[in-house]
């Protein structure tokens, strides 16, 4: 195991943008666990940082995903502050089972539809970029209404992205998202907290 560890250091080399990304991403999760709505304008600085690191590694879906995060951090951003009855602030919410399957679905067309794609480019991993571009984009949709499901997304995407970047050799990202498997599961646990305590 320390073989293995001392192998990954030597090879790392880190530039601005996996630190400036991690740094962002890292404040960002914390706002999310929080239910700040602040994290949505910092996910939006975080997708640009991201953006750029995925394109040079070749993680082509996991680049065009922060595109999309950028975009969505606007309705975001907007939904969690005005999203609830009245134009208040959104609550946490459950996702009703008959819309959890539609999610669910979506997750494995849209796995398949750009597995198809990559297998044209120069990715040397077209299976699990696909699959956690897909998990990762309707975690987020989930996660602009406050669904407290888009947590077990994040959660299984998170344990496949630890091993995605560490192969890449993005070993600050690879950490980063161990970091963020911690958050998602504290997340979890608070945003059920809350959802039990308001039900109650």
């Known amino acids: ?30 706002l999310v666990v929080r239910e700040n709505p602040w994290n949505w304008p910092l996910a ?18 996991d680049s065009m995903l922060q595109v999309v995060y950028f975009c969505i951090g606007g309705y975001g951003w907007w939904n969690w502050l005005f999203g609830g009855e009245n134009h208040s602030a959104l609550s946490v919410s459950r996702t009703g089972a008959r819309l959890l399957s539609v999610y669910l679905f979506a997750c494995m067309l849209l796995t398949a539809a750009i597995y198809g794609v990559l297998v044209h480019t120069p990715s040397t991993v077209p299976f699990w970029d696909a699959l956690t571009t897909s998990m990762s984009f309707v975690a987020q949709v989930m996660l602009t209404r406050k669904l407290i ?34 958050l998602c599961i504290l997340g979890l646990r608070q945003w059920r907290e809350g959802l039990d305590s308001n039900s109650s």
């Not at 995925?54 to 082509?60: A, I, P, S």
């Open 1 to 30: 195991m320390m073989a293995l560890i001392v192998e990954l250091m030597s090879t790392w080399t880190l530039d601005w943008t996996e630190a400036f990304g991690f740094i962002t991403g890292l404040a960002c999760v914390y």
């Open 44 to 61: 939006m600085v975080n997708a640009v940082f991201f953006l750029v690191l995925f394109w040079r590694t070749h993680l082509f879906a």
């Open 149 to 182: 499901e888009n947590w077990y997304l994040w959660i299984l995407a998170d344990v496949i992205y630890i091993g995605l970047y560490g192969y890449k050799g993005l070993i600050l990202t690879s950490i980063l998202y161990v970091v963020f498997l911690g």
